[in-house]
């Protein structure tokens, strides 16, 4: 099962990278598989943590793949940073790399754990938002044909369930994959 996060990493010269982030729990231990390249797995490498954070407000999820102004955070354990209004925090330590070309695979232990506030559950709105965030991370792999039919779909829980929060994601969503559309227009015009 792969479970929907949000994880914060530092890299060894103390900047802040926030990713959405899809991560197995296995026997205590967390696998986060992050693709080649990018900054959460040269973070990773670099500073052997990374801190998982649980989140009711899909705005973070969207504003990391819309690249959106960045959500505030607060140190925690092992020169990590967490989000300042998750609901629960796990700080990483690395304990195995599995290479792999496409997505090596880390194993993290958690060091620490903490909670700040209930999960009270997703209304399928705020599942529409992180669905499409999740298809938004990878509009370079999509036809066009399966991005619009998805979102067309996703728009339904939008339209009946979606309060202030999940509509300004939504948006900023929307507008990642119209700007990805007129690209490629423009690439077959040209």
């Given amino acids: 099962m792969i479970y929907e996060t949000i994880v914060t990493t530092c890299s060894a010269q103390g900047e802040t990278h926030i990713a959405p982030f899809g991560v197995q729990w296995f026997d205590g231990k967390v696998i986060i598989s992050p693709f080649k390249p990018s900054a959460t797995l040269q973070n990773i490498l670099e500073t052997g943590h990374a801190v998982l954070n649980l989140t009711d407000d899909v ?63 997703f209304n399928r709105a705020q599942a529409a938002v992180i669905e499409l965030a999740v298809l938004v991370s990878r509009l370079h792999m999509l036809p066009v044909e399966k991005i619009t039919q998805e979102m067309q779909y996703l728009q339904i829980a939008i339209d009946k369930t979606a309060g202030e929060r999940e509509l300004q994601a939504w948006q900023w969503l929307v507008d990642s994959v119209n700007n990805h559309l007129a690209r490629l227009s423009g690439l077959q015009q040209a």
Wanted: glycine share 4%; with cysteine; proline share 5%.
């Fill in 59 to 121: 705005r973070v999820f969207a504003a990391a793949i819309a690249k959106k102004a960045q959500f505030a955070t607060l140190p925690v354990a092992a020169g990590c940073v967490r989000l300042q209004d998750c609901l629960t925090h796990h700080v990483l330590k690395l304990d195995q790399v599995e290479e792999d070309e496409v997505r090596p695979r880390l194993t993290m232990s958690v060091l620490e754990s903490a909670l700040h506030g209930p999960f009270m559950g």
